[in-house]
């Protein structure tokens, strides 16, 4: 079944820099590749997602690249800010009906002033 | 808009005790996961259902049996609770066919004693 390994555990980074969170994963059929922010406490909410027929995708501040040559993807937070602070989760599926989702470990994210 | 409700929210068992947790959606979402969150391992899916009494199992699915009595409620039952386990559970519920964003619920936190 799919792998996905997400490369760092943690990433600390001032306020207005910006973070980037790197994944890999193994199955070649993969073609939907969301990310999920957890705040302390609290359950996972959606943030952004990309498919294999992008390479890149922009909403506001996050910007999510895609390279299936190299079975990568990445979350760039630009210009952050505190409530950047969270966990952040990849996560990879196919593009076939209904799947659930292969996530990676987590990323915690800290923005310091 | 819609919610996920879990219950319970903490729930404490005895080890080789049979344990249910539910979940109710009211987004009118075809497709219901359980996803299962452990300190250190991440989000690993237990059983997913496309439809009412559909049900698929996931990477983690042994020990667990699930029941889909209605579209809108998902049941996950552990089989039988294993000492020292602590685990939070998670249902997310998601549009088929409409992309694949998935919705998260808060979440039940599991203690066995």
């Known amino acids: 079944g799919e792998k996905v390994e997400q490369h760092e555990s943690t990433l600390s980074v001032r306020e207005g820099d910006s973070a980037v969170i790197n994944c890999t994963y193994t199955?070649?059929?993969?073609?939907?590749f969301p990310w999920y922010k957890q705040e302390a406490g609290k359950s996972l909410h959606f943030v952004i997602d990309i498919r294999s027929n992008v390479d890149r995708k922009q909403s506001q501040r996050l910007i999510v690249l895609l390279d299936k040559k190299a079975k990568r993807f990445s979350l760039h937070i630009t210009a952050t800010q505190p409530e950047d602070s969270a966990i952040y989760f990849c996560a990879a599926s196919r593009d076939n009906y209904a799947q659930g989702l292969t996530f990676g470990l987590g990323t915690r994210v800290s923005v310091f002033p | 808009g819609g919610i996920i409700t879990q219950t319970p929210k903490f729930l404490i068992g005895q080890e080789g005790q049979k344990l249910t947790l539910k979940c109710q959606q009211n987004f009118n979402h075809d497709t219901m996961y359980w996803y299962r969150q452990d300190s250190g391992k991440g989000l690993r899916l237990i059983y997913y259902?496309?439809?009412?009494?559909?049900?698929q199992k996931g990477d983690l699915s042994e020990g667990y049996d699930a029941s889909r009595e209605k579209k809108s409620s998902f049941s996950l039952t552990v089989t039988s609770a294993q000492k020292n386990e602590m685990a939070v559970f998670l249902c997310?519920?998601?549009?088929?066919?409409?992309?694949?964003?998935?919705?998260f619920g808060p979440g039940t936190r599991l203690t066995v004693l």
């Open positions: 259902s496309i439809t009412e009494n559909d049900l």
């Open positions: 997310a519920s998601s549009p088929t066919g409409q992309g694949y964003e998935q919705y």
């Open positions: 199955d070649t059929a993969s073609s939907y």
